[in-house]
Nanobody, 125 residues
Framework: QLQASGGGLVQAGGSLRLSCADS????????MGWFRQAPGKEREFVGA????????SYADSVKGRFTISRDNAKNTVYLQMNSLGPEDTAVYYC????????????????????WGKGTQVTVSS
């Protein structure tokens, strides 16, 4: 099962790095997605990475501030979040879907093959 970690409380303008790993699975043939859900809102796409290629895409709301990367040796995908604002407060989730997606459209949470518990990110103003 995927496990997102690294969340916490940070002041506006600060940074956090989230991690997502699954000790029982490798992701070389997967596309990994990051999603978030704020209180009272639907879960939304944040960004994605095609593991084998390192190709990424981002939601407009985080473009230029968030960066997704992966570490093959650690079988871990990261979400580096900079210039955080209160609007980024949410529970963050990672998911994995088989295949190398074009990323021309946002990934759909409902299409993920694997997912796990999220991690809370709270940004204070």
């Amino acid at each position: 099962q995927l496990q997102a970690s690294g969340g916490g409380l940070v002041q506006a303008g600060g940074s956090l790095r989230l991690s997502c790993a699954d000790s029982g699975r490798t992701f070389s043939s997967y596309t990994m997605g990051w999603f978030r859900q704020a209180p009272g809102k639907e879960r939304e796409f944040v960004g994605a990475i095609v593991w084998s290629e390192g190709r990424t895409s981002y939601a407009d709301s985080v473009k230029g501030r968030f960066t997704i990367s992966r570490d093959n040796a650690k079988n871990t995908v990261y979400l580096q979040m900079n210039s955080l604002g209160p609007e980024d407060t949410a529970v963050y989730y990672c998911g994995a879907v088989r295949g190398r997606y074009s990323l021309q459209a946002p990934l759909d949470w409902g299409g993920m093959d694997f997912w796990g518990k999220g991690t809370q990110v709270t940004v204070s103003s």
